[in-house]
């Protein structure tokens, strides 16, 4: 699968980004490297430790403004 080129200016960064990534998190779920977890866990491990990355850096942000 051949993936579109992320320009700076574009307004789907978002999706675009994630199309980079979701395979490389699917075979983390799907993995079989932490075998006493199921794949469900494992996503929702991923989903809580990017929502403390992104409150951390909001915090950052905005101790910069």
């Known amino acids: 699968m ?3 080129p992320i320009e700076i200016s574009h307004a789907d960064r978002l999706s675009a980004c994630r ?3 979701e395979e490389a998190v699917y ?3 799907r993995g079989e490297k932490l075998p006493d ?3 469900t866990e494992i996503a929702m ?3 809580d430790i ?3 990355y992104i409150l951390e ?3 950052k ?3 910069t403004h």
């Open 19 to 21: 199309e980079k990534l």
């Open 37 to 39: 977890f199921s794949p």
């Open 50 to 52: 990017a929502d403390d």
């Open 45 to 47: 491990a991923i989903a």
């Open 61 to 63: 942000r905005a101790a």
């Open 2 to 4: 051949e993936l579109r």
């Open 57 to 59: 850096a909001s915090k």
């Open 27 to 29: 075979q983390i779920i």
